[in-house]
């Protein structure tokens, strides 16, 4: 056996292997001898037909086995000999297999680049302080207060937090927005809906709610509202000056509910400190989820910036699949039409490959830290994995763990996924940590 190999790229490397055709032969006689051990045929016991007839009978089924033979050979002799770290088989050409030929196989593979990782010790980190203010719990306690708010009817201008019956339609350079989007008829026109008044959060027309203070039942009124210029819900409309005639048709008060009795055992508190101090309590691991969130992301970014190293160009198409396919899933929920990502499927793929090759990079990184670290995988990190995964699919625990245990693709996938999570939580732990006072 002969075996070549070349240098295709810093991570792809060609190997072309040749077998004589003694050795092809061989693995032809091994095929033929093992069919013939379990094939039974008339006349004779199992195991004792000739070689020539088992031959003849099964010839499709010695072809296909003689040729997987004869490459698997071929493969695994080769990286025995060169000792390469495989990551990815990219390609394999077969060439011509017959008995009384050699064969060369050629076997083109991604493998692992060589590179020093960088000093991963003390890496700098910032977090928020994680007490919570008098203000913030005085906020959350009055979004629960929110939250059982009643809406009365009020006969007077409207304010802010009211609620405003009414109804609108649109038009840009007098066309109506009902003509511009026609299959998004809620942006161009309403005969009733409702609007916060000046509230934090949008309805469907941004700013509308902004320009409702201040007017009554039965006042109507011309609205100028700039769309953003990046509106994805409807792409026709995005940077455009539109023109509402709104008519205000109802106004209804927030009311809230008074700090007492029935308020705070709705909240399964007994009173005001109770409820302050478990608000207060609640904030203060929000934060420290935060924080540890944060740790991850800058120490990962941190390492990125360090490191500089080619990356497996297999790798990197699998991974902006990945980063397309769950950015335009993303974006379909929030409404972005199909032919957006046609228009702009040039950008999109660049701005996908470019990351993916950011996040493959930081997954070798990962992976060779936690070997050089020893890290390594319990069962209560998967068992832990598997419960984080069915929170978040909706899938019983049970049917999960089925599910790994038969697919071993699954199962690598997995155990990679756990694998990277403590070494970047490895990372954090050897971290420097510096509290960072939040701007106001």
């Given at each position: 056996m002969n075996v070549q190999l070349n240098s295709v790229s810093a991570t792809r490397k060609s190997l072309v292997v040749t077998l004589d055709a003694s050795e092809v032969a061989a693995e032809h006689q091994a095929v033929v001898s093992e069919i013939g051990k379990l094939a039974r045929l008339p006349g004779f016991r199992p195991g004792k037909a000739p070689a020539a007839m088992i031959a003849k009978r099964f010839a499709k089924e010695i072809a296909d086995d003689f040729k997987q033979k004869v490459v698997g050979k071929a493969y695994r002799s080769a990286l025995e000999k060169e000792k390469l770290d495989v990551l990815n088989v990219v390609n394999v050409e077969e060439?011509?297999?017959?008995?009384?030929?050699?064969?060369?196989?050629?076997?083109?593979?991604?493998?692992?680049?060589?590179?020093?990782?960088?000093?991963?010790?003390?890496?700098?980190?910032?977090?928020?302080?994680?007490?919570?203010?008098?203000?913030?719990?005085?906020?959350?306690?009055?979004?629960?207060?929110?939250?059982?708010?009643?809406?009365?009817?009020?006969?007077?201008?409207?304010?802010k937090s009211d609620y405003v019956k009414l109804a609108y339609e649109g038009k840009i350079d007098g066309q109506p927005i009902t003509d511009l989007a026609p299959d998004k008829q809620l942006y161009g026109k309403a005969p009733q809906t409702w609007e916060e008044v000046e509230g934090a959060n949008d309805g469907v027309i941004p700013g509308l709610g902004k320009h409702l203070a201040g007017l009554k039942a039965g006042e109507k009124k011309d609205?100028?509202?700039?769309?953003?210029?990046?509106?994805?819900?409807?792409?026709?409309?995005?940077?455009?000056?539109?023109?509402?005639?709104?008519?205000?048709?109802?106004?209804?008060?927030?009311?809230?509910?008074?700090?007492?009795?029935?308020?705070?055992?709705?909240?399964?508190?007994?009173?005001?400190?109770?409820?302050?101090?478990?608000?207060?309590?609640?904030?203060?691991?929000?934060?420290?989820?935060?924080?540890?969130?944060?740790?991850?992301?800058?120490?990962?970014?941190?390492?990125?910036?360090?490191?500089?190293?080619?990356?497996?160009?297999?790798?990197?198409?699998?991974?902006?699949q990945g980063v397309l396919r769950q950015f335009i899933e993303e974006n379909m929920r929030r409404g972005v039409p199909q032919e957006q990502f046609e228009k702009d499927k040039k950008e999109l793929f660049e701005g996908a490959r470019k990351s993916a090759v950011n996040r493959v990079k930081i997954q070798l990184l990962l992976a060779k830290i936690a070997e050089q670290e020893k890290l390594e995988?319990?069962?209560?990190?998967?068992?832990?994995?598997?419960?984080?995964?069915?929170?978040?699919?909706?899938?019983?625990?049970?049917?999960?763990?089925?599910?790994?245990?038969?697919?071993?693709d699954q199962l690598r996938s997995a155990q990679q996924n756990i694998i990277f999570d403590k070494a970047v939580d490895f990372l954090v732990s050897k971290a420097t940590v510096n509290i960072v006072q939040p701007k106001a």
């Open positions: 060439g011509t297999i017959a008995v009384g030929t050699a064969a060369t196989i050629t076997v083109t593979l991604d493998v692992r680049p060589e590179f020093q990782v960088p000093d991963y010790s003390n890496l700098a980190t910032e977090i928020a302080p994680t007490e919570a203010t008098d203000a913030e719990v005085d906020g959350v306690i009055q979004g629960l207060r929110n939250e059982r708010a009643d809406f009365k009817p009020a006969d007077r201008p409207a304010q609205i100028v509202i700039t769309f953003p210029a990046e509106f994805a819900a409807v792409p026709a409309l995005a940077g455009r000056i539109a023109n509402y005639a709104v008519e205000i048709q109802e106004i209804r008060e927030r009311v809230l509910p008074a700090l007492d009795a029935e308020f705070f055992k709705a909240q399964q508190v007994d009173d005001l400190a109770s409820l302050q101090s478990q608000v207060r309590t609640n904030l203060r691991m929000q934060k420290e989820n935060q924080n540890r969130a944060a740790q991850r992301r800058q120490v990962i970014e941190q390492l990125g910036v360090k490191a500089d190293f080619p990356v497996p160009d297999s790798l990197v198409e699998a991974e902006t995988i319990t069962n209560d990190d998967l068992n832990d994995y598997i419960y984080r995964e069915s929170m978040r699919s909706g899938q019983k625990p049970d049917k999960l763990a089925k599910a790994l245990g038969a697919d071993r």
